[in-house]
DNA sequence: AATAAGTTCAACCGCACAGAT
DNA sequence: TATCTGTGCGGTTGAACTTAT
C-alpha cells in the first residue's frame, strides 16, 4: 500500500526560494515556533511542501547556523566522527555547534573526500589507500535502529556500516574488504586475555560518543554510566587498533 | 570574448521511524 | 496489532557559479 503524497504538487512551488517566501517563513516561525511542518505551509501563506520548508528553515533560515568556511579544526573533526559513524550525517551534524547535515554531507563531498585521497587515505573506509589487505577483522558499527533498505544502502556503497549480509556480494574491488561482522569490542578482546574487567562495557556505541538522548541509543543509558558521561567510547568502539592517528582525538 | 569543463550547494525525492489511533 | 500520519534522514539532482582553454 503506498502513502499519501506528503503535499498537493499540483499547487506548489518547487526549486530556489524567494526573498518573499524566506520572509513568510521566517515571520511564521518567529511567531509560532517550529513545529507541524505539514499545515505550516498552508498557515504562513506559502504555496510549499511542509517538507521544503522544513529543510529551508534547517539548512539556512535558522538563526543559530554559522556561516562561513569550515575551519581547520571542523574539518578533523568531520573526518574523525565519519570514520566512527559513516555517513550518519546528521549525528555528525549534532556534533558541529551551527552546522547542518546537508551542509557537512555536501562539505564532505566536496572537499574532505579530496583531501583524504590527497593523503593517501580512502574517505570510505578511512584506510590508507596503498595498506596491503590483511586478514583483520573489520570494524562493524551497529546502529539498533538499522534496517534492511538501510543496509542494502552501505553495501551499494561501500560504506563502514553494515550488519552483517543476508546474501553473499561478490566484490567488485578486490582492494576493499567489505565483509563486516559484529564483533566483540577490542577491550573485551584485551580482558579476555588479561582477565581485567572494565565498568563501561554496557554503553552503547551512541552513548559513547556522548550523544545523550539519541536516538540510536540502545542501552537506555543515555550516556549516563556511573553516574558520568563516558569519554571512552572510542576505546568501546576498538579503533584504537585502527591505523590512523586522527582517530585517538578526544571526544567531548 | 566565448564556451566547455569542472565544482559547489540548495533543494528534491523516496524511504523508514516513531507516535497516535 | 495494524494502520495512518508527521517528521527526519541520506542519496541524488541540477542550476548557478568558477576556472580553463
Not at 540502545?218 to 591505523?243: A, E, P
Request: proline share 4%; charged share 30%.
Amino acid at each position: 500500500m503506498g502513502r499519501s503524497p506528503c503535499c498537493e504538487k499540483a499547487h506548489t512551488n518547487k526549486g530556489a526560494w524567494t526573498k518573499e517566501e524566506d520572509d513568510r517563513l521566517i515571520a511564521y516561525i518567529r511567531a509560532h515556533g517550529e513545529g507541524c511542518w505539514r499545515s505550516l505551509p498552508k498557515a504562513a501563506g506559502l504555496l510549499r511542501c511542509g517538507k521544503s520548508c522544513r529543510l529551508r528553515w534547517i539548512n539556512y533560515l535558522r538563526p543559530d547556523l554559522k556561516r562561513g568556511n569550515f575551519t581547520e579544526e571542523e574539518d578533523e573533526l568531520i573526518i574523525k566522527l565519519h570514520s566512527l559513524l559513516g555517513n550518519k550525517w546528521s549525528l555528525i551534524a549534532g556534533r558541529l555547534p551551527g552546522r547542518t547535515d546537508n551542509e557537512i554531507k555536501n562539505y564532505w563531498n566536496t572537499h574532505i573526500r579530496r583531501k583524504l585521497l590527497s593523503r593517501g587515505i580512502d574517505p570510505t573506509t578511512h584506510r590508507a589507500i596503498n595498506e596491503p589487505q590483511t586478514s583483520q577483522e573489520v570494524t562493524t558499527i551497529s546502529f539498533s535502529s538499522a534496517n534492511s533498505k538501510e543496509e542494502e544502502k552501505n553495501t551499494n556503497s561501500g560504506g563502514v556500516l553494515r550488519k552483517e549480509e543476508k546474501s553473499p556480494v561478490r566484490e567488485r574491488c578486490p582492494d576493499l574488504n567489505l565483509e563486516l561482522r559484529i564483533s566483540p569490542p577490542y577491550y573485551e578482546q584485551q580482558n579476555q586475555e588479561t582477565g581485567e574487567g572494565r565498568g563501561s562495557s554496557t554503553l552503547c556505541f551512541v552513548c559513547s560518543l556522548g550523544i545523550q538522548k539519541g536516538k540510536d541509543c540502545s542501552c537506555g543509558s543515555n550516556g549516563v554510566i556511573n553516574g558520568s558521561s563516558s569519554s571512552s567510547g572510542y576505546d568501546f568502539l576498538g579503533l584504537k587498533t585502527g591505523i590512523l592517528d586522527y582517530r585517538s582525538l578526544e571526544m567531548k
